[in-house]
C-alpha cells in the first residue's frame, strides 16, 4: 500500500518525508500498535537513533517484567 501525500501538505507543515516517516513510526509505537523493531525500520533509523528520536518526544521504551525476565533468563542470570 502506498501513502501519497501532497508535497504542499508537507511544505505547509514544515516536514520532509524522513521527519513524516519517523513521527508515524513514533505515533505507532507509543501507542503500542508496532514494536520496536518495526517502528524503527519504518522510521528507516537504527535502534539508538530510533530511540534517541523516542526521547526527544517524552516516548518511553516498552519493557515489562516479562521481557526483564526473559532477558535475565537468557543471560543465566537468576535472581
Avoid: P, W
Avoid at 535502534?47 to 517484567?65: D, G, M
Amino acid at each position: 500500500m502506498a501513502l501519497v501525500i501532497n508535497d504542499k501538505l508537507l511544505e505547509d507543515l514544515r516536514l520532509n518525508e524522513d521527519q513524516l516517516r519517523i513521527d508515524f513510526a513514533c505515533y505507532l509505537y507509543e501507542k503500542k500498535t508496532i514494536s520496536t523493531g518495526k517502528a524503527r525500520k519504518l522510521a528507516g533509523l537504527d535502534q539508538v537513533s530510533f530511540q534517541r528520536e523516542l526521547a526527544k518526544r517524552n516516548i518511553y521504551i516498552h519493557y515489562s517484567e516479562n521481557d526483564l525476565n526473559t532477558e535475565l533468563n537468557n543471560l543465566g542470570i537468576d535472581l
